[in-house]
């Protein structure tokens, strides 16, 4: 069979010559990214790898995982930012970010870990001096702890179906150790991930209220730039961190899902002064902002 067309001045594939090319092609790729992986196998893993997480999720969660990786690779190096922006991952040299909720159409190459949602409480103080909500409608007759961008409005899944309540409050906060600190110091009802709640509601710090609400089921996704080749230590990252969100939401008590460590709780010390400071000095203010 010709698989090219010689003349004097030329030299030219015919159509089985490029048809052959391109499925030999294909298999020398196969055999190249086969060599690769093997490599990858063989060698111990090295090198450093910055990660980018929102901040409630990277305290509660993500810290463990990067013990759990530093581990049984000594060799390798983490550079953790926590930030409740969405960083471009290729501008800011990021390997890999947690996101979670509903990921835009992006050219990013995104692998699904888990669901995540948030449940409304609230310390049993505030509930003894305003009384618990019965139905959602209540919530405009209470303060709420408004987190991020949803101030003015909470949407919530419940027996009716979707639901969208207007509230306001006192206090709001763009980070969720904030929103959490305020909710156990009494200054309203918050929306809490269930991950962060599940202790404090245990241990009798908080109580859940309208049980038949949570805000929609979002994602938790393990995001990373696309490329041909992913680095041998974003995959083991990736695994490790999988491996601990099961197991944080099979196990039921699993404390190191919702328990701060000594940082945070000296963080939330903080914040409750603040909190009692700014509120018992001003009852009659408007939302104060925690930057």
């Not at 048809?19 to 450093?48: F, H, K, M, P």
């Not at 197991?247 to 963080?267: H, I, N």
Request: proline letters at 5%; charged letters at 20%; hydrophobic letters at 45%.
């Amino acid at each position: 069979m010709q698989l090219v067309q010689r003349t004097t001045r030329s030299l030219n594939m015919t159509d089985a010559g490029r048809l052959y090319y391109e499925q030999s092609s294909q298999a020398l790729r196969a055999i190249e990214d086969a060599n690769l992986r093997l490599a990858e196998a063989r060698a111990e893993l090295s090198g450093t790898i910055r990660i980018s997480a929102p901040v409630g999720f990277g305290g509660h969660f993500l810290t463990s995982a990067v013990f759990d990786f530093l581990s049984p690779y000594p060799k390798t190096k983490v550079e953790l930012h926590l930030t409740d922006d969405t960083l471009n991952l290729v501008g800011n040299r990021i390997d890999l970010a947690f996101r979670t909720g509903i990921l835009p159409d992006s050219t990013l190459i995104a692998r699904k870990l888990g669901s995540t949602h948030r449940i409304l409480c609230a310390s049993p103080d505030y509930l003894a001096r305003r009384a618990v909500p019965v139905t959602s409608a209540d919530l405009a007759r209470h303060h709420c702890v408004i987190a991020g961008p949803s101030a003015g409005h909470w949407v919530l899944d419940g027996p009716r179906g979707q639901e969208t309540i207007a509230v306001s409050g006192r206090f709001a906060a763009n980070e969720m150790q904030a929103v959490f600190a305020a909710a156990i110091a009494g200054y309203g009802i918050a929306q809490l991930p269930y991950q962060i709640a599940e202790a404090p509601v245990r241990d009798g710090r908080l109580r859940r209220v309208l049980a038949d609400y949570t805000t929609p089921v979002g994602g938790l996704y393990a995001v990373y730039p696309s490329s041909r080749h992913v680095s041998p230590l974003v995959k083991a990252f990736i695994e490790i961190a999988a491996d601990r969100w099961a197991a944080a939401g099979t196990r039921e008590g699993d404390k190191a899902a919702a328990v701060f460590d000594q940082s945070s709780a000296d963080r939330l010390a903080l914040l409750r002064a603040i909190l009692n400071r700014i509120c018992g000095l001003r009852p009659q203010s408007a939302f104060a902002k925690v930057q």
